[in-house]
């Protein structure tokens, strides 16, 4: 047998769902360094996301590294400060030294040509600032080390700026216990817990990035804000919404095993139940007037005929494995109904053969048997052994038994297991075929994921709000912050019923710049604050 490495698994490539947390991405992190300015890639292998963002400093690079579940660094082996920084700062991300060579622009250009086969990177959108065709470059090459002949599916590239949204340090996310609390790093008792009431783990990264870059955008805030508001007044929308999520299946991991070519038929199938779901949720978000729920309506793309290519190919309950057969419905493939009809034929041939023979030659013990080593077989006990037709060639002897073969059934034995090889080999050529089509439709897929995740996340909010009787606030471009009866969320549901005292705010820049809280020790100033 061939041997090679087909695939080499690190914290940052993983792709296999028990290894993956579904609330949060496992971003790859490429690290470049130009002076006092830093450029930052990540890609998440398993869902395809790809973005980048330049930070003109380290304290800010920190911070955006620190918001995002990076789960593997890699960086230039010569530059021994960064290498110091995540031993110091970020211990638990590894890290991989790779050679400085790979972060020339001109290299890190030509690689990422080769590996999208393109001629420019224009078209990317990865060319306007060299230290992020470093970092993608050197991220490519990482990509073909490790994966060999396997292609990660990238989304678009999408450069940020770090302020699209609200930069929020490492201390802040840490005492804020936004996502994670600070006595086991877990997401009990923390904002993402409470608001947490997604059916899509597509939904619930979403939630989970959204917490961390709070929108800044008062026009993107009232958007969104609208669009909870309707979900949240017009129950029997969101309900009806949440019956069509429910179920839905991580497209993004899926599609991304496809491309790494190492889904089985059960994501496949899981994709199309997904993708049948579809219609549903755009007739009933159709009702919506929220310009948010508007534009997921207009965009979703149910891929009709994908959806019913997969729907007459693949089995209700196709086996784990891929190459065994077992997978394709009856009627889809001609040849595959013809090498069955052969198998079936002959398998209810051997099932006559034991009562006939039995019968024959009068013992009531005889059986016909089949295991994997020797195939097919005709045993009987040694009692018996008078008995033995001319016809009947010892092919194993037993304790107890002997077992026989005889030439119409070694015909019918060879028969079923040509046939049966030809099947498998054919199940499975017709199962890389589908998954191809799958592939083929990566954008439109990647894109239901994304909206999928919008509606379910904004539903998330409206419930939230729901059960905890949150109000809709007023955002513009204000001079002042004014809340009355505030509470904390999350003090606020580990509290006994009417246990939270809410408190007023009010501030601005005029004539109330400044607030001094005073209270006896577990008054609450802390939490006030937060």
Not at 347 to 352: A, R
Not at 399 to 408: A, G, K, M
Not at 496 to 516: C, H, R, W, Y
Request: with cysteine; net charge negative.
């Amino acid at each position: 047998m061939k041997r090679e490495v087909v695939r080499v698994i690190t914290p940052g490539t993983v792709i296999e769902d028990d290894l993956l947390k579904g609330e949060s991405n496992n971003f790859l992190l490429s690290l470049y360094r130009d002076k006092e300015k830093y450029g930052l890639i990540f890609l998440d292998v398993s869902t395809g996301d790809f973005m980048g963002c330049s930070a003109p400093s380290a304290s800010m690079m920190e911070s955006e590294i620190s918001r995002m579940p990076v789960r593997e660094a890699v960086i230039s082996e010569g530059d021994k400060e960064l290498k110091e920084f995540f031993q110091t700062r970020f211990p638990s991300i590894p890290v991989t030294l790779v050679d400085s060579w790979y972060f020339t622009v001109p290299k890190a250009s030509d690689l990422i040509k080769d590996y999208f086969s393109v001629g420019t990177l224009k078209g990317l959108e990865i060319d306007s600032l060299p230290e992020d065709v470093s970092s993608s470059g050197r991220l490519v090459a990482y990509l073909k080390d490790t994966q060999k002949k396997n292609r990660a599916l990238f989304k678009k590239f999408r450069l940020y700026s770090l302020e699209d949204g609200m930069m929020l340090d490492r201390n802040a996310q840490e005492n804020l216990e936004l996502v994670k609390n600070q006595q086991d790093s877990s997401k009990k008792n923390t904002l993402f817990e409470v608001l947490d009431y997604t059916d899509t783990a597509m939904g619930r990264r979403l939630l989970h990035s959204s917490i961390l870059r709070p929108l800044t955008d008062s026009v993107k805030i009232r958007q969104r804000l609208n669009a909870v508001e309707e979900l949240l007044r017009e129950t029997d929308l969101s309900m009806q919404a949440g019956e069509s999520l429910k179920g839905m299946s991580d497209m993004e991991r899926i599609l991304a095993r496809a491309g790494f070519g190492s889904c089985n038929a059960r994501d496949l199938l899981n994709l199309k139940e997904t993708l049948q779901a579809i219609p549903g949720l755009i007739r009933v978000l159709k009702a919506g007037e929220a310009e948010l729920l508007k534009n997921i309506t207009t965009q979703l793309d149910p891929l009709i005929e994908l959806t019913d290519e997969l729907e007459k190919a693949l089995k209700e309950s196709p086996p784990l494995t891929v190459k065994e057969g077992g997978i394709v419905k009856k009627g889809y493939s001609p040849d595959l109904d013809e090498l069955i009809e052969i198998s079936s034929g002959d398998k209810k041939w051997i099932s006559t053969l034991e009562e006939t023979e039995k019968k024959r030659l009068g013992i009531p013990t005889l059986k016909v048997g089949y295991n994997r080593i020797h195939g097919y077989y005709i045993e009987i006990t040694k009692a018996h052994i008078d008995k033995i037709p001319d016809d009947y060639h010892r092919k194993q002897t037993l304790v107890n038994s002997e077992r026989y073969i005889t030439e119409e059934l070694k015909m019918r034995e060879d028969s079923i297991l040509g046939a049966e090889e030809r099947k498998a080999a054919l199940e499975y050529k017709l199962f890389t075929e589908l998954r191809e089509k799958v592939t083929f439709h990566t954008d439109s897929l990647q894109k239901n994921a994304s909206l999928i995740a919008l509606i379910d996340f904004l539903r998330s909010l409206s419930l939230a709000a729901q059960r905890q009787g949150y109000i809709k606030p007023s955002v513009g471009d204000y001079d002042e912050i004014d809340i009355k009866d505030g509470r904390h969320p999350v003090v606020e549901v580990n509290m006994p019923v009417s246990g939270f005292i809410p408190n007023d705010t009010k501030l601005n820049s005029a004539t109330e710049q400044v607030m001094i809280i005073t209270g006896p020790n577990m008054a609450g100033k802390s939490t006030y604050l937060k």
